[in-house]
């Protein structure tokens, strides 16, 4: 499935080009991950919300979604199995309806569902590479991750330095 509706990234390449351009610029973006790649800048695009107010999202290019969904695949299960069992936010396979089944069969009378406003906006770069690295010994991943943190956000051609939070979400079309 395809989420952001096609919308490209800072590089313009939306998904009808990406494997075209992935099969052209494939050796040079692979030399660049093993020495110095930097990931482009996110695009900002305002989505407004049904209560009123907008929801940010950074729109990474696609070559750099497979990159952090490469790092995702191998670093998920080596935090997965730290999680609590009742924890259901942003979990594989997890959703807030069935934790409140979930509860409810438990003989639970009360289900609270908490959304932090804003959240992800305010993830502390420093606080989050600090909690990383006691699970991560490679220095070179830590760095890539945190260059994808501190990678700009561009809003109308100009791209301003980012010191915390994380863009948003972005599913790429897998085939199998």
């Known amino acids: 499935m395809v989420e952001n509706k096609d919308a490209a990234g800072v590089d313009g390449i939306g998904v009808a080009e990406f494997k075209d351009h992935l099969k052209q610029h494939w050796p040079t973006i692979r030399a660049k991950l093993l020495g110095d790649y930097l990931p482009h800048a996110v695009h900002r695009v305002d989505i407004p919300k049904p209560q009123g107010g907008v929801r940010t999202l950074g729109i990474r290019t696609l070559a750099d979604c497979m990159i952090q969904q490469t790092l995702h695949q191998v670093l998920s299960p080596i935090f997965e199995a730290e999680f609590s069992e009742l924890s259901y936010g942003f ?86």
């Open 91 to 176: 979990r594989p396979g997890r959703n807030a309806p069935q934790a409140a089944r979930q509860y409810v069969a438990d003989g639970r009378r009360t289900v609270v569902d908490v959304d932090s406003e804003k959240f992800f906006d305010r993830v502390n770069h420093d606080l989050l590479m600090e909690k990383l690295s006691r699970k991560i010994d490679d220095g070179r991943v830590l760095r890539f991750i945190r260059r994808y943190l501190e990678a700009g956000m561009m809003v109308d051609g100009n791209v301003s330095q980012r010191t915390g939070g994380t863009p948003g979400p972005r599913l790429l079309p897998i085939s199998r």
